[in-house]
């Protein structure tokens, strides 16, 4: 059964404050792996794809790397705008639908 | 591009009511359509998935069905509420392929069950 954890479960930083969260996931053959944002009151909205180890995704202040037990998504000098849930997710395995979500790590950024 | 919409955004019900919650998907054809359960402090959770149209499969036993009349149209239905039917509803779509492709999420019905 596939396994995604998230770290920290929670995560304060100053504005301008660079730091990463981590997921670590167990799976039966590596599929890719999907970042989303979710804003409180919202549904999940997609981030980034990565399908290799070692492969890199960027957007704005957001970098997505992938090795082949975890992933890490890098936030340099983050705003205000940028708090909110991050989650990272598996796609189904071999006969199966669902994503396999991790509980997500909640970032707060503080002016 | 691809839109997702959702509604209501939040709906109060009393136990034992109906419900019909609506999901429609622009600017693709074909799509795979998900709805999911999100509670409070946990994931997200699977309920239903489509392939085509009229084509429903249930991921977990529960007071829920779900229909899809047209292609880019999902629909959640009860007959009655539970209580334990609250909680945040998800609709997603992907690509018609389900292995390596992210789902997109609308976002979402705040549902309460009084």
């Known amino acids: 059964e596939d396994q995604v954890t998230q770290s920290p479960e929670a995560l304060r930083l100053q504005e301008g404050e660079s730091s990463s969260l981590n997921c670590s996931y167990t799976v039966s053959g590596l599929r890719g792996l999907f970042w989303y944002r979710q804003d409180p009151g919202k549904g999940p909205e997609f981030l980034f794809t990565?399908?290799?180890a070692g492969e890199e995704k960027e957007k704005e202040r957001l970098k997505a790397t992938l090795t082949k037990k975890e992933s890490f998504l890098h936030i340099t000098a983050p705003k205000p705008e940028d708090s909110a849930t991050y989650l990272c997710a598996v796609p189904p395995g071999t006969g199966r639908r669902a994503l396999t979500f991790g509980s997500g790590t909640r970032l707060q950024v503080q002016p | 591009s691809q839109t997702i919409h959702q509604w209501p955004a939040t709906l109060v019900q009393p136990v034992g009511s109906p419900l019909s919650l609506e999901c429609t998907v622009e600017?693709?054809?074909?799509?795979?359509l998900y709805w999911y359960r999100q509670a409070a402090g946990r994931g997200l959770q699977l309920l239903f998935y489509?392939?085509?149209?009229?084509?429903i499969s249930s991921e977990v036993p529960q007071n829920l069905s779900a229909s899809r009349p047209q292609d880019r149209q999902f629909i959640l239905s009860s007959k009655k509420l539970l209580l334990s039917d609250s909680g945040f509803y998800l609709c997603?779509?992907?690509?018609?392929?389900?292995?390596?492709?992210?789902?997109?999420f609308g976002d979402g019905t705040r549902l309460s069950i009084l």
């Open positions: 997603a779509w992907s690509g018609s392929s389900f292995s390596n492709q992210p789902q997109h």
């Open positions: 990565l399908y290799s």
């Open positions: 489509s392939v085509g149209i009229g084509q």
């Open positions: 600017g693709t054809s074909n799509p795979n």
